[in-house]
Structures are given as C-alpha cells and as structure tokens.
C-alpha cells in the first residue's frame, strides 16, 4: 500500500517549510522533484549554520555551502534564506571541547547528507543523489576519520576541557605548525 501524497516518513532532514507553499515556479526545474528541491534548501540552511558556528570557533567552511547553493541553483530550485541565530559556541575556549563540537557537527551533516542522498534515490532523482555522495558525503567521512584521529590524539597527550591550557595543547599546535609550512 503506498503512501498518500501529502504525507511523509519521519525523518531528521531539515525541510524548507516555505518551498509548501510556493507554487509552480517560473524557473526551468531540471527534473528536481519537489521534495528534493525542499530538503536541499532545508540542508543547504544546515550547512550555513554550521558555517556560522565554526566561525565562532575561528574556522572556516563556506566553500561546501556555496556549493550546495550552487548544485540547486543549478538544477532549478530555488533557496528560501531564513534567519540564522547566533552561534551558541562562544563559551568554548579550549582545544578539547572545540573538537568535540565540530566532530558532532560533522556527524550530523553526514547523516543529514545520506538521509538526502536515500531520499533523491526514492524521488527517482539519481543525480542528486550521486552528487551528495560524490561532492558533499565523501570529503565528509574523511575529515570525520581525520578529526576522530585527531581528537583521540588530543586526549591521549592530555588536553584539557578547560582554558588552562597545557602540554597536549603545546603539542598539537606546534605539529600544526609542522603540518602547514
């Protein structure tokens, strides 16, 4: 027995409300099924959060938000920009809780990014989900292996969560040093 139209399988996708409401749009769609388009602009809003919030922690990872923005202008869609809140990461000040925060970031978007893929596949749309996996699931599975690595190297040389620093931090930032000249 299929399922109506209208209703859906619970999911964490991040949906774009606003995507429901607009009509037939003027644009060329390329073959973009609605609820595809409406999850992209949903992830794409996930993404420049967490642009947001790493750029409260001094890092930055614009270029993957662009290029979903891109991918959908691409295809047709349009994105429903929304009010993004002030990052609530300000209070980390240490090496320790700021790896924590971006690992669990990065685990969110990824499974974000394969409940996309899964749902593009169902919509009968295989490019959008061949370029989730490609473009935006791949690097993100190897800098969550990198940042795992790193993070369990944090703690094995006793990194601390609080702001008093010491020889892990020294350690890790003078092999960061190494590893960018």
Known sequence: ???????????SLPLCRAHRSSGASSRARHNLPAAVEEALCGVSSLLWEGVYRLQALALKQQDEAEAMLAYLA???????????QKPGCEAVCALLPALELLLL???EEASVMVELSQLAREQGDPHTSHVVKN???????????????????????????????????????????????
């Open 1 to 11: 027995m299929a399922e109506p139209a209208g209703k859906r399988l619970k999911s």
């Open 74 to 84: 691409e295809r047709g869609g349009t994105y429903c920009s929304k009010d993004i």
């Open 105 to 107: 970031q990065l685990k």
């Open 135 to 181: 473009v935006f699931l791949g690097p993100r599975v190897d800098r969550l292996k990198l940042l795992g690595d790193l993070l369990t190297s944090a703690r094995r040389v006793g990194c601390t969560n609080d702001q008093t620093g010491g020889f892990g931090e020294y350690i890790l930032n003078e092999l960061q040093e190494e590893l960018t000249r």
